[in-house]
């Protein structure tokens, strides 16, 4: 999907970058919970994104910030988890095989909020009216 930076997104275009955008996201979660490589960004991405986020329309700016805001919400209530279990195990009050298994229960967890999160961006930002931008103050 090549795109001129100065030319707005059909709304197919903006569909087939969210979708594109979700999937990077969904499969970053998983190289980084499973230790493997995280994946370029889509290729389509790269010519569309734009950090003056100044341009795109007020519920658009407050979708991405409210999803960022979740994301660290959710990366902060995760190490204070992990933390709490690791603890548990040096103090000896759970076992490794606890751990393990408190573990596994915190990924799937993670996954499946993070994959909500992901699907309340995605269906607030395709209900914006891109094509209007916000009002400069």
């Given at each position: 999907?090549?795109?001129?930076?100065g030319?707005?997104?059909?709304?197919?275009?903006?569909?087939?970058l969210?979708?594109?955008?979700?999937?990077?996201?969904?499969?970053?979660?998983?190289?980084?919970?499973?230790?493997?490589?995280?994946?370029?960004?889509?290729?389509?991405?790269?010519?569309?994104?734009?950090?003056?986020?100044?341009?795109?329309?007020?519920?658009?700016?407050?979708?991405?910030?409210?999803?960022?805001?979740?994301?660290?919400?959710?990366?902060?209530?995760?190490?204070?988890?992990?933390?709490?279990?690791?603890?548990?195990?040096?103090?000896?009050?759970?076992?490794?095989?606890?751990?393990?298994?408190?573990?596994?229960?915190?990924?799937?967890?993670?996954?499946d909020?993070?994959?909500?999160?992901?699907?309340?961006?995605?269906?607030?930002?395709?209900?914006?009216?891109?094509?209007?931008?916000?009002?400069?103050?």
């Amino acid at each position: 999907m090549a795109q001129n930076s100065g030319q707005p997104l059909t709304d197919e275009q903006f569909d087939t970058l969210l979708v594109e955008l979700s999937t990077h996201h969904k499969h970053s979660l998983e190289a980084i919970t499973t230790g493997g490589i995280r994946p370029a960004p889509p290729w389509s991405a790269t010519s569309s994104t734009d950090d003056d986020f100044s341009k795109l329309p007020d519920d658009a700016k407050k979708a991405l910030a409210d999803n960022l805001e979740d994301q660290v919400a959710l990366l902060a209530d995760d190490k204070k988890t992990i933390v709490g279990l690791l603890l548990q195990v040096h103090k000896k009050e759970i076992t490794q095989e606890q751990l393990d298994e408190k573990l596994d229960v915190r990924k799937k967890e993670d996954i499946d909020a993070f994959t909500a999160l992901e699907n309340k961006l995605t269906e607030a930002l395709k209900h914006q009216d891109m094509l209007t931008p916000s009002p400069r103050t």
